[in-house]
């Protein structure tokens, strides 16, 4: 069956496309505005909230230190023994430079440091609801107190499943009309303007609906093995997709075949460190995030050869996890095994290293262990044996900060070098979860999107996943919800 839209949804000002933090973000500030707004998910219900149903909520915003947004989180009460350090505009500029080895946008970059903080006050002021990520940004210290570091402090209460039951009752709240189960499948132009999309649902209707503005909040292209192997390059088929099942880059594609321009990096994205054989360690809505694996910063990392070769210390794990990930996939397989001692293992977040059926082996001895993930038991004890010789006791071993204690060792680990001797020993096996990919659209600093002349795509803005320009190679974590909201925003103030 076919629905014409103009005969079953009356007058539409804006469509958005997606369902996740971003399309949200942009669908509230539209309605905000009293426009009538229809948001579209392909996923049902059950299914619905994109990659931002799957993230533990981090948010990385910029701010004075905790009296400037004690108002925005929860009360808790280690509140009065915390410390978080202030993380400024100039510092949040910085990392993503940094990471991305300067080919973030620096127009983006500055939109996105200066609005992080008044945005997430606006959503909090809508009735999103925050908390400081004591378990994931925050180590006890000796004295009872905690330090927050890594210039990622906030995240939402419940993760991604409180973000996505948040923005939703929102959206109820608003009057916007969000419709589950439906995939875009292009889009409608007049005269050079964009004046709608096409559609099918899951009840078999396919139809086109029209509006004055549409914002594509669809994600990249990560769950396309075709366009993840021509993009990113061989071996990237083999990925596994941490996050929604439907990113597959089919609305990049009718962007770009309309005349947006491509922006931002096509040829790199977000990959993290990913249980690796756990059953359904792909789009797993019930274990979500947990199937990451943080902790490497804390021990070591070896390939199946029983090798090292990375700096599990470079930095903080915000400013590594989201590139390490392509690391792993270049080894032997596919995979490695993050390797601690009960005195590490200790440490490790138990949202991540307890959750059920774990890809983890532990013995006694190092060579027992290599025995039972199957790595040659001599070049293991080797690689531990010349680690552990080779670290500088002399300095002081401290989580909370880049403490220097180095492993002089090839590759170094250049922090948090602990020798590996006390055990049960501990092995968790690890591949390359792929989160998102960062090539995208075109847009300017309030979304709308540039086609190939420069000139603006009328009638469509992007936000989100699909916006091309700030991140490449890397991303300091709690970035991307931070941009979703921030670039959401601005495009629902427009559309």
Same mark, same amino acid.
């Given at each position: 069956?076919?629905?014409?839209?103009?005969?079953?949804?009356?007058?539409?000002?804006?469509?958005?496309?997606?369902?996740?933090?971003?399309?949200?973000?942009?669908?509230?500030?539209?309605?905000?505005?009293?426009?009538?707004?229809?948001?579209?998910?392909?996923?049902?219900?059950?299914?619905?909230?994109?990659?931002?149903?799957?993230?533990?909520?981090?948010?990385?915003?910029?701010?004075?230190?905790?009296?400037?947004?004690?108002?925005?989180?929860?009360?808790?009460?280690?509140?009065?023994?915390?410390?978080?350090?202030?993380?400024?505009?100039?510092?949040?500029?910085?990392?993503?430079?940094?990471?991305?080895?300067?080919?973030?946008?620096?127009?983006?970059?500055?939109?996105?440091?200066?609005?992080?903080?008044?945005?997430?006050?606006?959503?909090?002021?809508?009735?999103?609801?925050?908390?400081?990520?004591?378990?994931?940004?925050?180590?006890?210290?000796?004295?009872?107190?905690?330090?927050?570091?890594?210039?990622?402090?906030?995240?939402?209460?419940?993760?991604?499943?409180?973000?996505?039951?948040?923005?939703?009752?929102?959206?109820?709240?608003?009057?916007?009309?969000?419709?589950?189960?439906?995939?875009?499948?292009?889009?409608?132009?007049?005269?050079?303007?964009?004046?709608?999309?096409?559609?099918?649902?899951?009840?078999?209707?396919?139809?086109?609906?029209?509006?004055?503005?549409?914002?594509?909040?669809?994600?990249?292209?990560?769950?396309?093995?075709?366009?993840?192997?021509?993009?990113?390059?061989?071996?990237?088929?083999?990925?596994?997709?941490?996050?929604?099942?439907?990113?597959?880059?089919?609305?990049?594609?009718?962007?770009?075949?309309?005349?947006?321009?491509?922006?931002?990096?096509?040829?790199?994205?977000?990959?993290?460190?990913?249980?690796?054989?756990?059953?359904?360690?792909?789009?797993?809505?019930?274990?979500?995030?947990?199937?990451?694996?943080?902790?490497?910063?804390?021990?070591?990392?070896?390939?199946?050869?029983?090798?090292?070769?990375?700096?599990?210390?470079?930095?903080?794990?915000?400013?590594?996890?989201?590139?390490?990930?392509?690391?792993?996939?270049?080894?032997?397989?596919?995979?490695?095994?993050?390797?601690?001692?009960?005195?590490?293992?200790?440490?490790?977040?138990?949202e991540e290293y307890d959750m059920p059926g774990i890809s983890v082996e532990s013995?006694?001895?190092?060579?027992?262990?290599?025995?039972?993930?199957?790595?040659?038991?001599?070049?293991?004890?080797?690689?531990?044996?010349?680690?552990?010789?080779?670290?500088?006791?002399?300095?002081?071993?401290?989580?909370?900060?880049?403490?220097?204690?180095?492993?002089?060792?090839?590759?170094?680990?250049?922090?948090?070098?602990?020798?590996?001797?006390?055990?049960?020993?501990?092995?968790?096996?690890?591949?390359?979860?792929?989160?998102?990919?960062? *090539? +995208? $659209?075109? &847009?300017?600093?309030?979304?709308?999107?540039? #086609?190939?002349?420069?000139?603006? =795509?009328? %009638?469509?803005?992007?936000?989100?996943?699909?916006? *091309? +320009? $700030?991140? &490449?190679?890397?991303?300091?974590?709690?970035? #991307?919800?931070?941009?979703?909201? =921030?670039? %959401?925003?601005?495009?629902?103030?427009?559309?």
């Amino acid at each position: 069956m076919t629905r014409n839209s103009s005969q079953d949804n009356g007058h539409i000002d804006v469509i958005v496309v997606g369902g996740g933090n971003a399309g949200f973000s942009a669908a509230h500030a539209a309605a905000e505005r009293g426009r009538s707004v229809v948001l579209l998910e392909k996923g049902e219900e059950d299914m619905a909230g994109g990659n931002s149903y799957y993230t533990a909520g981090a948010t990385r915003i910029s701010h004075a230190g905790f009296d400037d947004i004690r108002d925005l989180v929860e009360p808790d009460d280690r509140h009065a023994a915390t410390e978080v350090p202030p993380y400024s505009p100039e510092e949040y500029a910085a990392d993503l430079a940094k990471v991305t080895n300067g080919k973030n946008y620096p127009d983006l970059t500055e939109v996105l440091v200066t609005e992080s903080q008044p945005t997430l006050r606006w959503l909090h002021g809508l009735g999103l609801k925050y908390r400081l990520m004591y378990e994931r940004q925050a180590y006890e210290r000796p004295d009872g107190g905690y330090l927050f570091w890594g210039g990622l402090h906030i995240g939402n209460v419940g993760g991604g499943e409180g973000l996505i039951a948040d923005h939703t009752r929102v959206a109820h709240e608003l009057g916007i009309d969000l419709r589950y189960g439906h995939d875009v499948t292009g889009l409608v132009t007049e005269d050079d303007k964009v004046v709608g999309v096409t559609y099918s649902n899951s009840a078999g209707d396919i139809g086109e609906l029209r509006a004055e503005s549409v914002v594509l909040a669809a994600g990249g292209f990560e769950t396309n093995p075709e366009l993840r192997r021509q993009h990113l390059g061989r071996g990237w088929e083999n990925a596994k997709v941490r996050g929604t099942p439907y990113n597959d880059g089919s609305l990049l594609q009718s962007a770009l075949e309309l005349g947006a321009a491509p922006g931002g990096d096509w040829s790199t994205c977000h990959s993290v460190q990913w249980d690796a054989f756990t059953e359904k360690n792909e789009s797993n809505r019930e274990l979500t995030n947990r199937l990451t694996r943080g902790g490497y910063p804390l021990g070591i990392i070896v390939n199946t050869e029983g090798r090292r070769f990375l700096d599990e210390g470079a930095d903080f794990r915000n400013y590594t996890y989201a590139k390490y990930g392509a690391e792993i996939l270049k080894q032997p397989g596919s995979i490695a095994y993050q390797v601690f001692d009960a005195t590490q293992r200790a440490l490790l977040r138990s949202e991540e290293y307890d959750m059920p059926g774990i890809s983890v082996e532990s013995a006694d001895s190092i060579e027992g262990l290599a025995r039972k993930i199957g790595v040659d038991p001599s070049r293991l004890s080797t690689t531990v044996d010349e680690f552990n010789a080779s670290i500088d006791l002399d300095v002081t071993w401290d989580p909370t900060v880049k403490d220097g204690r180095r492993a002089d060792v090839e590759p170094p680990k250049s922090n948090w070098a602990a020798p590996l001797e006390t055990g049960p020993f501990y092995a968790f096996a690890v591949t390359c979860g792929i989160t998102f990919t960062f *090539g +995208g $659209l075109k &847009s300017d600093t309030h979304g709308r999107v540039l #086609g190939s002349d420069g000139e603006s =795509v009328d %009638g469509l803005f992007v936000c989100g996943e699909m916006l *091309g +320009g $700030l991140f &490449s190679e890397n991303y300091p974590g709690g970035t #991307g919800l931070a941009a979703g909201m =921030v670039f %959401g925003r601005r495009a629902g103030l427009l559309a």
